[in-house]
């Protein structure tokens, strides 16, 4: 069974960090683009960072110079981490992974290959 399994997520005062991570098992993802995207309660889910086989990464506008995304492919694992948050940060984060290049349509359909249940982090003022 293939999984992707978030964790890392918790509570943080505005101006805090963290740092999520995301597991892969039931295979290898070295091929795969893999990035976060986020919900916030009533909003629609929408795309915080992503990382290339090649290691390659793009942002979403909010989280530019906030945000920083790695990956181990040897871990078959990425990474979010997360500076200076704010409380609109606030969300349930989702890893996600796809044979798709960033940016394609999958990635702004939001049909992805694969996607974890989500790690909540809220942020508090």
């Known amino acids: 069974q293939v999984q992707l399994v978030e964790s890392g997520g918790g509570l943080v005062q505005a101006g805090g960090s963290l740092r999520l991570s995301c597991a892969g098992s039931g295979r290898t993802f070295s091929t795969y683009a893999m990035g976060w995207f986020r919900q916030a309660p009533g909003k629609e889910r929408e795309f915080v960072a992503a990382?290339?086989?090649?290691?390659?990464?793009a942002y979403g506008d909010s989280v530019k110079g906030r945000f920083t995304i790695s990956r181990d492919i040897a871990k078959n694992t990425v990474y979010l981490q997360m500076n200076s948050l704010k409380p609109e940060d606030t969300a349930v984060y989702y890893c996600a992974a796809d044979k798709e290049t960033i940016g394609g349509s999958a990635w702004l359909s939001l049909r992805m290959d694969y996607w974890g249940k989500g790690t909540l982090v809220t942020v508090s003022s």
């Open positions: 990382i290339s086989w090649s290691h390659t990464s």
